[in-house]
């Protein structure tokens, strides 16, 4: 289960006790969270392949058999994720940039812009 905030209030949750279910050891205290924290699991899986092909995202394709636009629809999710980013970018460099590249058609193209405006 992903909670990263306050179900009553909203406020950022901090971590207080870790516990081992194997040893029944629990450790109390005041526990700094990182940004993977953030992320669900897949979101994790995710980023491991990604550095494990470091960076290749027509390896990404192939690895997980999805379009370019999905990794980098997967990759901008992950992004707004860590940076705690609710607005997404008006800028349309990066799609133009892939459809002159031949990443994307021109109608994943258009999907993308069309996606990003409704965030």
Same mark, same amino acid.
């Given at each position: ?47 491991? *392949?990604?550095? +494990?092909? /470091? &960076?290749?995202?027509?390896?990404? %394709?192939?690895?997980?058999? =999805? ?28 799609? *133009?940039?892939? +459809?002159? /590249? &031949?990443?994307?058609?021109?109608? %994943?193209?258009?999907?993308? =812009? ?6």
């Amino acid at each position: 289960m992903k909670l990263n905030s306050c179900p009553m209030c909203k406020g950022e949750l901090q971590v207080r006790e870790y516990h081992c279910p194997s040893c029944e050891v629990s450790f109390k205290g005041e526990f700094e969270s990182s940004w993977l924290s953030a992320l669900s699991v897949e979101q994790l899986a995710f980023v491991r *392949l990604f550095l +494990l092909v /470091q &960076g290749n995202i027509r390896e990404m %394709e192939k690895r997980l058999n =999805i379009s370019y636009p999905t990794v980098k629809s997967r990759l901008a999710e992950i992004l707004r994720e860590i940076t705690d980013s609710e607005t997404a970018p008006t800028d349309y460099a990066d799609i *133009l940039y892939d +459809l002159e /590249q &031949g990443f994307v058609s021109v109608d %994943e193209a258009i999907n993308m =812009i069309e996606t990003r405006r409704k965030q």
